[in-house]
């Protein structure tokens, strides 16, 4: 039941977004922060739709890995933020955790610094993206993920009888900042390091970007 009502929400949303600039590779509005007290704030201001905040957030992200021309990159980052997105709606307990709908997630404090610090250098990116080839890139890995089919990030018994991927941490090594080649939470009991990812017919080493896998499944009935 839980993953029937998922892959409608997902599609609904996928269906209800426009794709036509996104679609294109056609840059986004510049956004400035301006007077606006927070990110956020001007996105929404901006009017920004919900798909263009998630191709947003994959474009920022990518470029902040120091691997921005890899479209492996871009894909994989997509499908880490909409497990998170697809986890909440499905679990009440994960969305007190992560946030709810893609806005929720990305602009809940500590889980993306691109997106909700004015003091990042990569808000910038976020806000008034910059690179038509890169744009291209962050739009096609958020549409294959809004979409739902193929995530590479399911592998798990529990994720395949779900449809639902417990993959949601992610570092990035070669960023200009991390202060370590692995994340703070490393060793943590919480999540487990997964290695190289395949992702399409292409392995994103975990050089470029680490993901880890939550070690418990969420405990509450599902939605």
């Known amino acids: 039941m839980v993953k029937k009502i998922l892959a409608a929400a997902v599609l609904l949303t996928a269906v209800s977004l426009p794709l036509g600039r996104l679609g294109a590779g056609e840059l986004p509005a510049c956004l400035q922060l301006g007077t606006a007290p927070t990110v956020r ?25 120091g691997h921005a021309d890899d ?22 307990s994960k969305e007190r955790i992560y946030g709810r709908g893609i806005s929720g997630v990305i602009f809940k404090p ?11 250098r990569f808000s910038k990116e976020f806000l008034c993206p910059s690179d038509p080839a890169r744009w291209r890139m962050a ?12 995530n590479p990030l399911i592998e798990t018994p ?4 779900h449809g639902l991927s417990l993959v949601v941490g992610f570092y990035y090594p070669d960023s200009v900042q991390a202060r370590t080649r692995l994340a703070p939470w490393e060793g943590s009991r919480a999540l487990k390091f997964i290695g190289d990812v395949k992702v399409g017919d292409a392995v994103l080493s975990s050089r470029k970007v680490r993901f ?8 509450d009935p599902g939605r």
């Open 212 to 219: 880890y896998r939550l070690t418990s499944a969420p405990r």
């Open 110 to 120: 500590g889980q993306f610094n691109p997106a909700v610090s004015k003091r990042s």
């Open 41 to 65: 704030s001007a996105i929404e201001a901006g009017g920004v739709a919900e798909e263009e905040v998630l191709t947003r957030l994959v474009y920022a992200e990518s470029v902040s890995t």
């Open 71 to 92: 479209p492996a990159v871009y894909e994989a980052i997509a499908w880490g933020v909409m497990n998170r997105v697809s986890l909440a709606e499905a679990f009440p």
């Open 158 to 161: 529990w994720e395949k009888q």
């Open 139 to 150: 739009g096609q890995a958020a549409r294959k993920a809004l979409a739902g089919a193929g």
